[in-house]
């Protein structure tokens, strides 16, 4: 192991014991981060590295994994833009794992939820959402940043099959630029809490879907994936009737959608945003902007199932 690597590693460590602590969050991704960190460690020990220099402990390392996941949690923009330094050295700590590659595009795209909540915050003149946007507040915001990106290079494999699926599940074909947002059409990507696939789907919800979710993992499988997360679709659009709303529910869960709409009396996405997870507040605009930029529909042109 490179000397370059630990100091990586050693930074992580460094900034994650320095942030607020969090509650733990117990995952097998978690322990697998772990013992392959532990395992880089150990490796460079035996090769000549500092010995004054400890490895964590498996609280400290759960720190390090879940930190991230409490900010964007929470419904404070803020905290999650100031998270933006721990978030870009647990970005290069996975980049230096070898075989933790899965784990970095879903790092990628909580950084640019974070890099989009600190716009947000240092520009709040920004449009104010119209009746043709659905009232979607940071969808302007988000709109800039997708036009400004390029396609992700696995999509062009990825697309044809994706829109069929979900055309074939009477669903609208467009919700296939769902996986730019979710994996960065990446079939392997996973999350450190334990989503994974094109469409980032959580153990105990692909078990309810009639998915695997150990080996062999199906969620691996994009058909597999991508059928499993039309019919979870389709189940949140009936219960909401709503697509920005029933994006909200596959970032946050339904239960957590359904208790805030009767809390607040609300009808629609825009009148609940605000108290929804940081994360979900950034998730839908981002989502309807991708589908708006990618396939030129606009947030209220989106077709409801057949």
């Known amino acids: 192991m490179k000397l370059g ?36 460690f150990d490796e ?8 004054s ?19 964007l949690n929470n419904n404070r923009l803020e905290e999650l833009a100031a998270y933006e330094p721990q978030a870009r050295t647990a970005l290069a700590a996975f980049q230096v794992l070898p075989g933790y590659e899965e784990y970095v595009d879903w790092l990628k795209e909580r950084l640019d939820y974070i890099e989009a909540a600190q716009q947000a915050a240092k520009n709040p003149s920004l449009p104010v959402p119209s009746a043709s ?15 400004a990106r390029p396609i992700p290079a696995a999509a062009a494999d990825l697309l044809p099959l994706l829109k069929e699926v979900f055309a ?31 469409f980032q789907l959580m153990p105990a919800t692909a078990r309810d879907l009639g998915l695997n979710s150990h080996a062999p993992d199906e969620r691996t499988d994009p058909e597999k994936n991508t059928r499993a997360a039309a019919k979870y679709l389709r189940q949140l659009y009936v219960r909401f009737n709503d697509w920005p709303l029933a994006f909200a529910a596959y970032n946050a869960g339904p239960g957590r959608v359904r208790r805030t709409l009767d809390q607040k009396e609300a009808k629609t996405y825009a009148e609940i945003a605000s108290l929804l997870p940081a994360e ?12 708006a930029v990618r396939s030129a529909l606009g947030p209220g042109e989106l077709a409801a199932p057949r």
């Open 133 to 147: 946007t659905l009232g979607i507040p940071h969808y302007a915001l988000w709109l800039n940043r997708v036009q």
């Open 44 to 51: 460079f020990a035996q090769t000549g590295g500092d010995e």
């Open 168 to 198: 074939g599940s009477g669903l609208p074909p467009e919700l296939a630029w769902l996986a730019e947002v979710e994996s960065t059409f990446n079939a392997q990507a996973r999350s450190p809490v334990g989503a994974c696939g094109l």
């Open 280 to 291: 979900t507040r950034m998730y839908v605009p981002k989502v309807l902007a991708t589908i």
């Open 5 to 40: 690597k630990l100091m990586v590693l050693s930074v992580l460590l460094v900034v994650q014991a320095t942030a607020a602590e969090p509650a733990p969050v117990k995952s097998e991704a978690a322990d697998k981060i772990y013992e392959a960190g532990k395992e880089l």
């Open 53 to 71: 220099l400890e490895f964590p402990t498996r609280d400290q390392w759960n720190e390090f994994v879940t930190h991230l996941q409490s900010a």
